[in-house]
């Protein structure tokens, strides 16, 4: 892999063009529909052509960090549900394995199971939720529905097992908390049978559209040395060929025990790493999450979920970095403790916040059209990016 | 005499006693009100079908609550919302042209009605240059889009009045050329006579003459008809997923709802153009279903060319601008050229 | 050039493709639920308005410390030794007048962190979830039983008990004193002599 | 390569960078000086054996009479993890960017100068980047005050914890 310190002018590209005009500057957002939340982007556009564009976050801040110091270990969970909103299980569990790590505990097996399905269960309802918003960045208005439909399933399943539907405080420190309800585990296997058909239905109406790929492949090419430095990471990452997952590279939790497959892209349409990658990686990653769900619930053992949560969190001074595959990437938890009943720093490194900022280095020279696709494509979610 | 003139004079005769002067006029306001009036109960209709048509497309079922029966009243329950609205005119607008654009492209819509062929008898206005008036008001509405766009001033209103410009102005080329394989065999640009030639059964309308080439032809001008309309795949004026809205970012309340009513009234137009040129017209398909009158199978026609639009706009993602012109530029003129070319050596050989 | 027909190809079959997809879609099934007049039947998980039931209430503040955001306001007053205020549904024995017992709905962040401390599951979480109001004070909710004027009756006699505390505290102090001086003045005099 | 190692072939090359080695807690870190740091961090991303060429993450810490800077690097071709900390005075919170060895960090400095107010030296482009550009005062530093007023808004909220001076 080629190793290059990035000169400061990557945010200005130089286009030596003798008919260059004035340049035009375009606040993009933050009330804008395809920035996916508050985000701005300030653009430098030459017509239709983007010159460079700088996103403008914290719109969406709101101090989690300064209010994870002044909170119990507890209620720092309630907390990470609001991070990356589409899900919660995915933030709430790598919180949860961070201060277990601190604290040496082991937890019950069954938690464990059930933490595995209802994070992959999410991870799909992300995924839902990305392919939809692209494309209705795109243009296409139906999938958006159709996604919508069967993310709805998914929230039924959460709302059986915790009561909420979208910010779920389930996973806890030392198990879950609540254990699955009678029968949730049939429902379970019936929704991934009912699932995996549905996504040919979106192939067929989305993905392997001509227009759509004519708009997505080709566009917003992150080369693998450079989505590594700028640290993107998840599907982003792997639509450029890359092939890291932490659920395998640096496995958490019991998912060293299932079978599948890490999804990277091919450039099967157009470059490797372009958006149309970057999508399929989601898409193609929605089966594996359902064949993960398939095993867990399979092997879901028997035992009380609750077994191992620990009266009163004692975490012993120290720090650590806890590192989960969310959705969006990986999602760092920096906890340090200093012994008492608050967390005395927890930092998040937020996926989405990583992702976001390749985008001053892909944007110079696309479309305003393509800008809306990459930024769809890195699939942010904004309150994780402001925090 | 027009055949407007004596269809009036047929349905009241107290209207030859009149003066002249006076009959003519009057007739022209009736025929220009029953117009109007069928624009604005079919754009009511026709939203309410999108919204319907939409819904069921996408596992949902739209409106139901506002008249009862499948929400049939909600339009006209958002007609008049928009009209009771405050008319917000921005700070820094050109306040002349940002009031004038709708206007001009509402208008423009409405004038494409003058020529269409409703039965043989009821034309408003039977031109013998009726096709090449309904192209050439048709692209009226570009002035009143780019009107609008610009004075504005928001920079995405002025992206979408650019879009628009360039899309509108290139897809004439397209839509003539395709007309114009018809009208070369047809020998007329009069809409009665392109209708009157296709008289006969359903394999006499234009769209099987000379097979497949006009039908090549019937999908060029289908195609770039959406584009002529700024409907999905070719809404890019709009786009509200890059443009926020387009060229019609800032108008709200009773200036947005003429937009709107022009958008709709030119898809009719469009749809009727093709009905009228390629598909028959008022006659039926086939003969033994004359019982049934020249105006509900024109307007039958044209509202499937209506739903296939919808149909399109629901399953479709939009083109980039640059595929855009390409779609233009790089397909559909040098396919209508060749047919134009081909039908012109089939009439010779 | 085979290129270029290629895509105009593949641009029509897959365009087919989706309207055929959109075309079934027209003649299945809506999902939708017409909500005011078809409502859901929510798991009984479901975390919605909170509820407390005050006759298992014992007033431990267990909810009030594990609430993140603070919408719970509960003040108490310890229950004389002559009093009897009952038994909670498990049978814990009351010891406190819950005086006061705000929720504020409007605050609360549904995360159900009040409900699992509670030691007689007197706070919950209930599927009922049309509460919206016009006024923003009305989602203030006070589940105490007590009414003002048993509050400030009830208050009136804590204060008084304090003070009373505070001067047999203070009288008790003084003694302790005095009795150190004496001592040491005793001290004193046996040094000396 | 382990953690021992990693100090050892860094310790070889700057003998006079490294404070102090920790390999005793979950996640071994290596304590360095801010001056000659950028050199450091190059040498740990070019260095064929080392090949550190993610930066997971880096984040401010408040450790009371010093700041720091922790950043967790890790090596997607070895697999390999190390944490580096770099502390600073309060008074003198200054530290070499690493911006141009790892484009990511570009962003998280930005956010450590936005919250804890330490200045990253050749950074491209200082500014805060959560908080407005005119706000006073570094929130994630265990001595800020909330103020009352930003632009004349009154941002303290009455029912806002630790707020009030009537609960203090």
């Known amino acids: 892999m080629k190793k290059s310190n990035f000169p400061e002018s990557q945010f200005e590209l130089q286009i030596p063009d003798p008919l260059r005009t004035d340049e035009m500057t375009l606040s993009m957002g933050p009330q804008h529909p395809s920035t996916h939340g508050v985000l701005q982007v300030i653009l430098k556009t030459d017509g239709e052509i983007v010159n460079s564009a700088r996103p403008q976050i914290g719109y969406l801040h709101r101090c989690f960090e300064k209010h994870a110091e002044n909170i119990t270990w507890h209620q720092v969970i309630p907390f990470t549900d609001r991070l990356d909103y589409i899900a919660s299980m995915n933030n709430n569990l790598g919180y949860a394995i961070g201060v277990e790590r601190m604290m040496n505990l082991e937890v019950n097996e069954r938690a464990e199971y059930l933490r595995v399905i209802v994070a992959e269960l999410n991870r799909i309802a992300s995924h839902l939720i990305a392919l939809g918003t692209y494309g209705l960045d795109i243009g296409a208005f139906t999938p958006f529905l159709y996604v919508f439909r069967d993310r709805e399933k998914i929230l039924d399943l959460f709302e059986e097992i915790c009561g909420a539907r979208l910010l779920y405080n389930y996973v806890w420190v030392g198990g879950v908390a609540y254990d699955a309800p009678e029968g949730w585990r049939e429902k379970v296997l019936e929704f991934v049978d009912y699932f995996e058909p549905k996504i040919k239905e979106y192939n067929d109406i989305l993905t392997y559209n001509k227009i759509f790929i004519e708009r997505t492949a080709n566009v917003g090419v992150i080369p693998a040395d450079v989505g590594i430095s700028y640290g993107v990471s998840g599907p982003s990452l792997r639509g450029s060929g890359v092939n890291f997952d932490l659920r395998k590279d640096d496995p958490y939790s019991v998912y060293d025990r299932f079978e599948f497959d890490v999804i990277t892209g091919k450039g099967e349409m157009g470059t490797i790493g372009d958006t149309w990658d970057r999508y399929w990686v989601r898409v193609a990653e929605m089966y594996e999450s359902a064949k993960i769900i398939r095993q867990a619930a399979e092997q879901l053992p028997e035992g009380d979920a609750k077994e191992t949560i620990p009266r009163n969190i004692k975490v012993p001074a120290g720090e650590y970095y806890m590192r989960t595959e969310t959705p969006r990437g990986e999602l760092g938890y920096y906890i340090i403790s200093d012994g008492g009943k608050m967390p005395n720093r927890v930092k998040v490194r937020s996926p989405a916040f990583c992702n976001l900022s390749v985008l001053p280095a892909i944007a110079p020279g696309v479309m305003i059209a393509d800008l809306v696709a990459i930024i769809g494509s890195l699939d942010i979610v904004l309150g994780e990016v402001d925090r | 005499m027009e055949p407007l003139v004596q269809f009036f004079y047929i349905l009241l005769p107290f209207l030859r006693d009149w003066p002249e002067w006076l009959a003519l006029t009057v007739i022209g306001i009736v025929a220009a009100l029953l117009m109007f009036g069928f624009v604005a109960i079919f754009a009511l209709f026709a939203i309410w079908l999108e919204r319907k048509v939409s819904a069921h497309m996408q596992d949902r079922i739209g409106p139901m609550e506002v008249g009862g029966w499948h929400g049939w009243a909600q339009t006209i329950a958002d007609t008049i919302k928009l009209l009771v609205k405050e008319d917000i005119v921005p700070e820094n607008a050109d306040r002349i042209l940002f009031k004038l654009a709708p206007a001009i492209v509402f208008t423009a819509a409405l004038a494409g009605f003058a020529v269409l062929p409703w039965t043989q008898d009821f034309i408003p206005a039977d031109l013998n240059v009726g096709l090449l008036y309904i192209l050439s008001v048709s692209s009226f509405a570009v002035i009143g889009i780019l009107m609008g766009g610009w004075a504005s001033n928001n920079k995405w209103s002025l992206y979408g009045a650019m879009r628009s410009a360039s899309q509108m102005v290139s897809y004439e080329i397209p839509v003539a050329l395709a007309l114009l394989a018809v009208v070369m065999n047809a020998g007329t640009l009069s809409m009665r006579h392109l209708v009157m030639a296709q008289s006969g059964n359903i394999l006499d309308w234009n769209v099987f003459n000379f097979f497949p080439l006009t039908a090549v032809a019937f999908i060029i001008y289908f195609v770039a008809s959406l584009a002529e309309v700024n409907r999905t795949p070719f809404d890019l004026p709009e786009g509200e997923s890059e443009l926020v809205g387009g060229f019609h970012t800032e108008y709200s309340g009773m200036r947005f709802a003429f937009f709107f009513l022009g958008e709709y009234a030119n898809m009719y137009v469009v749809s009727a153009i093709a009905t009228t040129v390629f598909l028959g017209g008022w006659l039926p398909p086939f003969e033994f279903l004359s019982f049934i009158p020249g105006p509900i199978w024109f307007v039958g026609k044209a509202m499937t060319m209506v739903f296939i639009q919808m149909w399109l706009r629901w399953t479709l993602p939009r083109l980039r601008v640059d595929q855009l012109m390409y779609t233009c530029w790089k397909v559909l003129t040098p396919f209508s050229f060749a047919i134009i070319l081909l039908i012109g050596l089939w009439k010779v050989i | ?193 | 390569m382990t953690a021992q190692e990693i100090h050892d072939t860094i310790q070889g090359k700057f003998p006079d960078v490294i404070i102090e080695f920790n390999d005793s807690v979950l996640q071994p870190y290596i304590k360095c000086t801010p001056n000659q740091f950028n050199e450091v961090c190059q040498f740990l991303r070019d260095e064929e054996e080392l090949n550190f060429d993610a930066l997971m993450n880096c984040s401010g810490v408040d450790y009371g009479e010093e700041l720091g800077v922790v950043y967790h690097l890790y090596s997607m071709t070895h697999r390999h993890k190390i944490v580096l900390k770099v502390n600073v005075t309060r008074e003198n919170a200054e530290i070499p960017t690493v911006a141009d060895i790892w484009r990511t960090a570009d962003w998280h400095e930005r956010e450590i100068f936005d919250l804890y107010g330490i200045n990253f030296i050749n950074h491209p482009d200082m500014r805060r980047i959560l908080l407005p550009d005119d706000w006073e005062g570094y929130p994630l530093r265990k001595d800020y005050v909330q103020p009352q007023f930003y632009n004349g808004i009154e941002i303290a909220h009455p029912d806002m914890k630790g707020n009030s001076d009537e609960e203090k």
């Open chain 3, 1 to 193: 050039m085979k290129q270029y027909f290629k895509n105009i190809y593949e641009a029509i079959a897959t365009i087919l493709v989706g309207m055929g997809v959109t075309w079934r879609h027209l003649f299945t099934r809506a999902v939708t639920v017409q909500y005011p007049h078809v409502k859901r039947e929510l798991p009984e998980r479901s975390r919605m308005q909170l509820f407390v039931d005050m006759d298992d209430c014992i007033g431990c503040m267990q909810c009030q410390r594990a609430c993140p955001v603070d919408c719970i306001d509960i003040k108490t007053i310890r229950a004389g030794k002559e009093e009897d205020l009952g038994e909670a549904g498990n049978g814990t024995k009351k010891k406190l007048h819950v005086v006061q017992f705000y929720i504020d709905m409007a605050k609360c962040c549904y995360c159900a962190d009040c409900v699992f401390p509670c030691p007689t599951g007197a706070i919950r979480m209930t599927p009922e979830y049309e509460f919206i109001t016009y006024d923003r004070s009305s989602l203030l909710i006070n589940f105490s039983q007590y009414s003002d004027e048993e509050r400030a009756a009830l208050e009136e006699r804590e204060r008084k008990e304090k003070e009373a505390q505070a001067a047999a505290k203070a009288a008790r102090l003084k003694a302790a004193e005095e009795a150190k001086k004496t001592a040491a003045a005793q001290k004193d005099e046996s040094k000396s002599e």
